[in-house]
């Protein structure tokens, strides 16, 4: 495999998935001061405004603006599955800037079915894995659990706040079988949402009201990315 790799990065070079400079080797997919871009950015609360009823405290990596902007488009929506395991990483380093080595339970936001066909697989489910791999090798103690079902819905991209309001209220469910094997899991960890981009931060609010009918409290929601329609504060801890 390692072989085939570097034939193909001789055969068929792409584009950075930050800036889409030419050019680029295929198993890095990122130049190097996209690298340096992102590499510098420092998690931070942040939180909508106006923020919906119910969100938890959020923390995100950086803007939601090129090149961790374009990096997350390619690797979500352009197949560019390479983009994974760096997301992943980058994903991991803002849950242990918040859960300061204390054991965690990471829930990752769930695609509809829909989208994960799209996507060849549950994008942020394969992230989170991967934040948890490394959370795990840097001392730190995380587990991962499926509670959620994504229920059909249209594509949110061009929803205005109060629409994505409306539509998060019943876009997600947890599944019944899975409640008691949840309680049991997040005792004693801090339970943080994890997802790639804070928006309006409906989706995070709703989830976190789900889970704390079944009597798990969400302590964060943390993102690899927020849009301009927040305030960033310095992180207070959970």
Known sequence: MRAYEALADL????????????????????????????????????RPTPAPDGLPLCVSLGSYADPLRSMIVNYKDRNRHRLAKPLGALLGAVVAEVAARRPVLLIP???????????????????????????????????????????????????????????ARDAFAVRPARVTGLRAVARGRLIFVVDDVLTTGSTLAVISERLAETGVEVAAGVTLAATELRRDVPIHGV
Do not use: F, N, Q
Request: glycine share 6%.
């Open 109 to 167: 936001v769930p695609d509809t079915p829909g989208a994960a066909r799209e996507r060849h697989g549950d994008h942020m489910a394969r992230l989170t894995r991967i934040a948890a791999r490394r959370l795990r090798a840097a001392g730190t103690a995380a587990l991962i659990a499926y509670p959620l079902k994504a229920m059909p819905r249209a594509d949110s991209t061009h929803l205005s706040a109060a629409d994505r309001a409306r539509t």
């Open 11 to 46: 055969i068929l070079p792409t584009s950075c998935a930050g800036c889409a400079v030419s050019g680029v080797s295929l198993r890095s997919g990122v130049c190097a001061d996209c690298v340096a871009a992102v590499a510098a950015m420092r998690p931070r609360e942040t």
